[in-house]
């Protein structure tokens, strides 16, 4: 996919309608930006697949992605995270991170994955975006339920009471 530079100012706002735009998450694992991870491709706010879907009881825009690697140590590199964005209709000309409007490189929203299996929800208010990641519950080691052998006790017995005969001396 060609190379498209970010904005470098602050487009136009007034009657600004986010409802009006299709808005995709875009990113890639850094440090490298080349691969997407689970955002499927690198930086490239063309790739439909990565459309957010609007909730209208929230008001929320939000992509969901399921069984996502951990980010961390790799061959290549000591430490790697996502680096994203939302952009507007498939675009550069609009896009915006976790704090808001993002104008200019150097501008991405971050996230790590802790777990291998993670879900991954990237969301849009309209005004910034944010990740929440979800690690697969690790199943605790449970201990067995401590067991006791069964006491069993022997029936009582008593000797027989016999009397020794009586005698008499001659």
Known sequence: APVTEAPTEEPATEA????????????????????????????????????????????????????????????????????????????????????GNAIGDGTNAKFTVPADGSTVTIFFDGTKCWAEVVAPEVPTETEAPATEAPVTEAPATEAPATEAPATEAP
């Open 16 to 99: 600004f309608d986010p409802a009006a735009h299709t808005w995709t998450a875009v990113g890639a694992i850094a440090p490298g930006h080349v691969d997407g991870g689970c955002l499927g491709v690198a930086w490239d706010p063309a790739y439909a697949a990565n459309d957010l879907t609007l909730d209208e009881a929230t008001g929320l825009w939000s992509i969901t992605y399921t069984d996502v690697a951990a980010t961390g140590e790799t061959e290549d590199y000591d430490d790697t995270w996502y680096e994203y964005k939302v952009a507007a209709d498939h675009a550069w000309d609009l896009s915006f991170n976790d704090k």
